[in-house]
């Protein structure tokens, strides 16, 4: 009697939808409060997905977290107004369009004015000895992938119905890295500073 291949190929079949289903899940493109897709060649504000009160605003710089200087600045949250807009530049720009997953810089707008030399592309300062926190900076390089940048790139992903950003560069294959989720760090001064959390900080883009 001839053997059925079929229980054999339903089973192929079911793997080859649920990898293309993931590959299409993690390719999908991140989309606006308007449900457009996020470009590259868009200024976007990063809100948090509840707003007001304790959410808080957007986002914004403020002086360094190091107590011996004031430069670079540092991404931190405003208590209620928009902050600053912000582009993204991912390492790939097919039809430049962002996608979620894929690493990024993220630069403020030029009109955030500085008194600091340092870029306003975003990097992941080192740890802080006083606090143990990975304190998201600027002064970062924008492009150029690599061993030397791999502190300044981040990732877009899906968290519950919003988004939340993620530092775990892939432009490097021989770099060791601490990957983690980006929340909020509230200082002694009271200063709502963005860095690596337990606790993801759940975001929405705004067009500007």
């Not at 802080?128 to 304190?135: A, F, L, M, Y």
Request: aromatic share 10%; with cysteine.
């Amino acid at each position: 009697m001839r053997k059925s291949n079929t229980p054999f190929s339903f089973l192929s079949l079911s793997l080859l939808l649920i990898s293309l289903s993931s590959l299409a899940s993690s390719q999908s493109p991140v989309r606006d409060t308007t449900g457009q897709n996020l470009r590259t060649d868009l200024y976007y504000f990063i809100l948090p997905a509840a707003r007001g009160g304790y959410g808080g605003g957007g986002l914004t710089l403020s002086a360094g977290h190091n107590a011996t200087s004031t430069c670079p600045l540092d991404v931190v949250q405003e208590q209620l107004d928009y902050g600053l807009p912000v582009t993204f530049s991912p390492i790939n720009l097919p039809n430049g369009v962002v996608r979620v997953s894929t690493d990024l810089n993220i630069v403020f707008s030029p009109r955030a004015f500085s008194v600091c030399v340092e870029s306003n592309v975003w990097r992941l300062g080192s740890t802080d000895q006083s606090t143990g926190k990975n304190i998201v900076t600027t002064g970062g390089i924008e492009g150029k992938p690599g061993r030397e940048t791999v502190s300044d790139w981040f990732k877009i992903e899906a968290y519950e119905d919003f988004y939340k950003i993620a530092y775990c560069p892939s432009v490097c294959d021989v770099c060791k890295v601490t990957c983690g989720d980006v929340g909020v760090y509230v200082d002694r001064n009271g200063t709502r500073r963005f860095a690596l959390s337990d606790v993801p900080f759940k975001v929405m883009f705004m067009k500007v």
